[in-house]
């Protein structure tokens, strides 16, 4: 092939049958100078990994009822985590809220009403009619799409969260868990994970494990991982808001489930039902609001709120000789 539409984990697979093979040509089949990944998130590390062997793989955005596509990066224009601009024929805008909108000639209209004619009674006579309302017809209705996204100062389109997932906390403040999770992309010894906090005090972390990363197979005993993925979370909490930062989390050793309901179809999260069958241990995460410290005969409360705000974890914090020592600053 000359060119490939596919989904992300199609991308994956061909790079790491290239890797295998020692040659990009042998897996690509030689030809191939162009692609589409759409349908989910694909790390700019693989893009890039194309982009290198002369492939202008673009990223894409799109929907059932735009007839496919809505929005797409040119060729050799691509911008990470960017799903593009619109493409010819299809107008987006972003409401107050951040959810996109769009219209254009092949982007559904709502059904009839019972009783509707489907004439339009402003429909262009053919004489007297303005070139540009009748355009303006054309264009059909604005259609919400869904989803949540900002845009950069090049015009390019990135998404936030689908609305339906953002969540507020105890205090109002709104999170887009999509854009923490994201964070954790490409981390070794990381499949996925799923930020819990929906109208809690703070964040909590599920973190699916790769069994098959070298990194896993290096540590020895569960302390290790545990120093490990705290020093991960950590890293990502120093580039949070203070709102979004993650306190705890739990590592699971199995990946969610298409079966059990907690995949979609494109491999997206099935946030409701994950919240129902990992209750427990999400339920776990929250039953301390504070913690406590014998040390020199005080008894110190530290309330978890203020954690957050150092930038730390629980797990962070260790009784020392001189007093409470804060291992991730000294």
């Given amino acids: ?39 989910g ?19 894409g955005f799109g929907m059932t009822e735009a007839t496919g596509g809505i929005l797409m990066t040119p060729p050799g224009a691509y911008e990470s985590d960017s799903v593009g601009l619109p ?25 009839k009403e019972q009783g509707d004619s489907g004439e339009d009674e402003n429909a262009a006579s053919g004489r007297d009619e303005d070139l540009r309302m009748e355009f303006e017809r054309s264009l059909g209705p604005w259609v919400p799409t869904g989803d949540v996204f900002a845009q950069d100062e090049n015009g390019h389109y990135r998404i936030v969260d689908r609305v339906k997932d953002i ?46 990363a070298p990194v896993l197979a290096r540590m020895s005993s569960s302390q290790q991982r545990d120093r490990y993925f705290n020093e ?25 489930s298409a079966e059990a ?8 999260l099935n946030r409701k039902r994950i919240r129902e069958n990992y209750r427990e241990q999400i339920e ?11 040390i020199v005969g005080l008894r110190l409360q530290i309330p978890l709120w203020m954690l957050r705000d150092l930038g ?7 009784i020392h000789p001189e007093g409470l020592l804060n291992t991730a600053t000294g």
Avoid at 7 to 22: C, F, H, K, N, T
Avoid at 167 to 182: D, F, H, S
Avoid at 236 to 256: A, K
């Fill in 232 to 256: 991960i979370v950590r890293t990502v909490n120093r580039e949070l808001p203070v709102y979004e930062r993650i306190l705890e989390f739990t590592l699971l050793d199995g990946d969610f």
């Fill in 312 to 318: 730390c974890t629980e797990r962070d914090l260790r």
């Fill in 167 to 212: 969540y507020k906390n105890r205090r109002g403040q709104t999170i887009a868990p999509l854009a923490v999770e994201n964070r954790f992309q490409d981390v070794p010894g990381i499949r996925r994970c799923f930020l819990a906090g929906d109208g809690r005090s703070h964040n909590t972390l599920l973190i699916v494990l790769d069994a098959d």
């Fill in 1 to 39: 092939p000359t060119g490939l539409v596919s989904i992300p984990q199609r991308w994956i697979e061909l790079r790491e049958e290239a890797d295998r093979l020692g040659r990009f040509a042998d897996a690509g089949g030689g030809k191939l100078r162009w692609g589409l990944s759409a349908a």
């Fill in 284 to 294: 776990r995460m929250y039953r301390v609001r504070e913690l406590t410290f014998r």
């Fill in 87 to 111: 493409l010819p024929g299809i107008e987006v805008r972003l409401r107050d809220s951040g959810e996109m909108e769009m219209r254009g000639p092949y982007v559904a209209r709502p059904l």
């Fill in 261 to 268: 309901g907690e995949l979609t179809a494109k491999g997206s």
């Fill in 41 to 59: 998130y694909l790390s700019p590390a693989v893009f890039r990994y194309f982009h290198k062997n002369g492939v202008a793989l673009c990223s």
